[in-house]
């Protein structure tokens, strides 16, 4: 079945970086688009980065442009998120996705002094 795993969240201090990982299995994965969603309690999940299939032309949320880099890994069935001058208004969970599939279970992040 449809699964996809995040991790890589944790607690880092205002200014750090993390890298956030979601390892994809039981669909073809080259032939979807990849995003990166996250959501604080009370807030809709929000999109935050997104890559496609293919060309892996990548679009971001304004909040996070010049700060987060999205990519892929075809042959690891794995998209990444390189998130870089954390700041607290980032902490969240983090939740990767397919159009149309499943969510994960999401990863924590904590951007605290």
């Known amino acids: 079945q449809v699964q996809l795993v995040e991790s890589g969240g944790g607690l880092v201090q205002p200014g750090g970086s993390l890298r956030l990982s979601c390892a994809a299995s039981?669909?073809?994965?080259?032939?979807?688009?990849m995003s990166w969603y996250r959501q604080v309690p009370g807030k809709e999940r929000e999109l935050v980065a997104r890559?496609?299939?293919?060309?892996?032309?990548?679009n971001y949320a304004d909040s996070v442009k010049g700060r987060f880099t999205i990519s892929r890994d075809n042959a690891k069935n794995t998209v990444y998120l390189q998130m870089n001058s954390l700041k607290p208004e980032d902490t969240a969970v983090y939740y990767c996705?397919?159009?149309?599939?499943?969510w994960g279970q999401g990863t924590q992040v904590t951007v605290s002094s």
């Open positions: 039981g669909f073809t994965f080259s032939s979807y688009s």
């Open positions: 890559i496609t299939s293919t060309s892996g032309r990548t």
């Open positions: 996705k397919a159009v149309g599939l499943d």
